[in-house]
Nanobody, 116 residues
């Protein structure tokens, strides 16, 4: 089992920045892909950004140019740096880990609120 602990959410004004952190209970070098997703009430969970163990990165169109995903293997942690935040970015953000054995794990979610 992989446990994921998220932090870094909060209230920020439009145009501001937040950095989300996700600490894993196992080596993220052994996790094929880690990613950040967000989910609105009644909607499907959608990908924001993902990064593989080989550092291949994907971004949602809404995140390109504003968000940066990175990983620190020594700290077993993945980050999402969010800049130029918009009100439509407000949601619960979830960390995801897809392992080498094709298991899928989720964090508890962290709330991001963007408002004046």
């Amino acid at each position: 089992q992989v446990q994921l602990v998220e932090s870094g959410g909060g209230l920020v004004q439009p145009g501001g920045s937040l950095r989300l952190s996700c600490a894993a209970s196992t080596s993220i070098f052994s996790i094929n892909t880690m990613g950040w997703y967000r989910q609105a009430p009644g909607k499907q969970r959608e990908l924001v950004a993902s990064i593989t163990s080989g550092s291949r990165i994907n971004y949602a169109d809404s995140a390109k140019g504003r968000f940066t995903i990175s990983r620190d293997n020594a700290k077993n942690t993945v980050y999402l740096q969010m800049n130029s935040l918009k009100p439509e970015d407000a949601d619960v953000y979830y960390c995801n880990a897809a392992t080498n054995i094709s298991a899928n794990y989720w964090g508890q979610g962290t709330q991001v609120t963007v408002a004046s």
